[in-house]
């Protein structure tokens, strides 16, 4: 047998002189709904679970790791992406704020100008990155030499939803 899931509601039935009759009740199948219900929230927690096996895996990462929104702003970064930089860096909500991660390019000794990241043009351009050579001014104020690259994030329809970005020290 099929188990049905209702929403029931009754009203009594009166008279002209509102004495009750009887009782009007009114019955609405709601099995589709809960089904429905029952699906999402199965989804949700799945979701949940893969959500916590990426951050497990992202800060075992012996490279830093940045996820980054669709306007290149810092989603989410692992351990190795700060110890990299030299401690608690600045918040980023686009690519225009990457100007305060200095760096020059190893080969000319340029700054690094805030589109010329691997995630700005991976976000901006659509473009997979790697290789990128340079000398940064870490946050404890130390110098260091990194490879950046970054990959494009796309959603179900093929849209820059963000990028992943590799560091290595």
């Given at each position: 047998a099929d188990t049905r899931w209702i929403r029931a509601t009754y009203s009594p039935d009166r008279d002209a002189s509102g004495h009750v009759r009887g009782f009007v009740a009114h019955v609405l199948d709601t099995s589709e709904r809960k089904a429905v219900e029952q699906a999402l929230?199965?989804?949700?927690?799945?979701?949940?679970?893969?959500?916590?096996?990426?951050?497990?895996?992202?800060?075992?990462?012996?490279?830093?790791?940045?996820?980054?929104?669709?306007?290149?702003?810092?989603?989410?970064?692992?351990?190795?992406?700060?110890?990299?930089?030299?401690?608690?860096?600045p918040a980023v909500a686009s690519v225009s704020d990457y100007g305060n991660y200095p760096a020059w390019w190893v080969d000319s000794g340029e700054p690094v100008q805030p589109e010329e990241w691997a995630s700005a043009r991976a976000v901006q351009r659509g473009e997979s990155v790697v290789g990128q050579m340079f000398r940064i001014r870490r946050f404890d104020g130390a110098t260091a030499f990194i490879l950046n690259g970054a990959v494009p994030i796309r959603d179900a329809s093929g849209h820059i939803s963000g990028a992943a970005v590799a560091v290595q020290d």
């Open positions: 929230e199965a989804a949700r927690l799945a979701a949940e679970i893969d959500h916590e096996r990426m951050r497990a895996v992202m800060q075992a990462l012996p490279v830093g790791v940045c996820l980054v929104d669709a306007q290149g702003g810092k989603v989410h970064a692992n351990a190795a992406f700060e110890q990299i930089w030299g401690g608690d860096c």
